[in-house]
């Protein structure tokens, strides 16, 4: 029902910067959060970092605290994440997702977008 695009990504060198965009299409989170995941080569999708769309509160997950800001643009419905300081071990399939409320989990995807860091 709800369709989120995203933009962004590539191929950087280590200590570098990228700025990777979703837009949701087709309905809002404002009732709950919004979150990036990433998906290296032959391991599981972990948690990124995240936003409660009513006050923007945010999560970000230890290894990329101080590096990545998440931040919104209501007008838009859109959400980004401007990643700094970038490390090879960054190197990911990068998804966002959305939660319609913040009980629920996310249910809504994004198509993913590589980034990839050189060392």
């Known amino acids: 029902q709800v369709e989120l695009v995203q933009s962004g990504g590539g191929l950087v060198q280590a200590g570098g910067s990228l700025r990777l965009s979703c837009t949701a299409r087709?309905?809002?989170?404002?009732?709950?959060?919004m979150g990036w995941f990433r998906q290296a080569p032959g391991k599981e999708r972990v948690f990124v970092a995240s936003?409660?769309?009513?006050?923007?509160?945010?999560d970000y997950a230890e290894s990329v605290k101080g590096r990545f800001t998440l931040s919104k643009d209501n007008a838009k419905n859109a959400m980004y994440l401007q990643m700094s300081g970038l490390k090879p071990e960054d190197t990911a399939v990068y998804y966002c997702?959305?939660?319609?409320?913040?009980?629920?989990?996310?249910?809504?995807w994004g198509q993913g977008v590589q980034v990839t860091v050189s060392a």
């Open positions: 997702a959305g939660a319609l409320a913040l009980t629920t989990p996310y249910r809504y």
């Open positions: 087709g309905g809002t989170f404002s009732d709950g959060n």
């Open positions: 936003i409660r769309w009513s006050d923007s509160r945010t």
